[in-house]
């Protein structure tokens, strides 16, 4: 019963995800950034909630969150804040959404992967005392994120690969090997598969789920 009611939340994000792609490729937002992708998201899985007449949700961006005995892999302090976090009253289940929006323009390669992976971590953090499903969306209009035939890594920033179809292995050590690092290492607890949508369009979006309810 538990998977059911989790995918009934994840299709909320699904579907609010498939609106949001729609509009920013047809330039509705302008210089949009993160926040308005936050905000436009939430209100999409808002109103979406109230066309399948499941008005019962309460949603809070930027929900800051509390860590008892340990840190928050991306902060690495025992506070984090979830960009969206709604919760189903009608069944109970809260889900947590990390959101990235990758501009070719800013050149932020490839400590942006490295971001990516630590907003995952934090979303496997979530789960249990604040959350019962994560997910994490990005927004890209840059091949060096999804393409294979773009540019090869760079072997020491190799590790934190978002591009289509590449896997991660429950357990595998990721490690930032530049003279400075960005971070330190990172170990997610779940597999992962990298699918990327609307590949037609210029921006391209990355959804993934995290949950232990598979």
């Known amino acids: 019963m538990i998977n059911k009611k989790i995918a009934q939340s994840y299709d909320f994000v699904t579907r609010g995800v498939e609106k949001l792609?729609?509009?920013?490729?047809?330039?509705?937002?302008?210089?949009?950034?993160?926040?308005?992708?936050?905000?436009?998201?939430?209100?999409n899985i808002h109103l979406d909630s109230l066309q399948q007449h499941r008005c019962n949700l309460s949603m809070i961006l930027e929900k800051k969150v509390l860590r008892e005995n340990d840190v928050y892999p991306k902060t690495r302090k025992n506070s984090a804040n979830i960009d969206v976090l709604f919760t189903d009253r009608d069944n109970g289940v809260r889900c947590a959404i990390e959101l990235k929006c990758f501009h070719r323009v800013n050149h932020r390669e490839p400590n942006n992967r490295y971001d990516a992976y630590a907003d995952i971590a934090n979303l496997e953090a979530y789960l249990g005392d604040h959350?019962?499903?994560?997910?994490?969306?990005?927004?890209?209009?840059?091949?060096?994120?999804?393409?294979?035939?773009?540019?090869?890594?760079?072997h020491k920033t190799n590790d934190?690969?978002?591009?289509?179809?590449?896997?991660?292995k429950a357990g595998r050590i990721l490690s930032y090997q530049t003279e400075t690092p960005h971070g330190p290492d990172i170990v997610l607890r779940l597999n992962y598969k990298f699918s990327w949508q609307n590949?037609?369009?210029?921006?391209?979006?990355?959804?993934?789920?995290?949950?232990?309810?598979?």
């Open 21 to 43: 792609i729609t509009k920013i490729n047809n330039d509705a937002y302008g210089a949009m950034n993160e926040a308005t992708l936050q905000h436009h998201l939430a209100m």
């Open 199 to 214: 590949l037609e369009g210029r921006w391209k979006v990355l959804v993934l789920k995290v949950s232990e309810e598979e």
């Open 131 to 154: 959350a019962d499903v994560g997910v994490f969306v990005l927004f890209t209009d840059h091949p060096h994120y999804f393409d294979n035939n773009f540019r090869a890594h760079s």
């Open 160 to 168: 934190f690969c978002l591009r289509q179809n590449h896997q991660y």
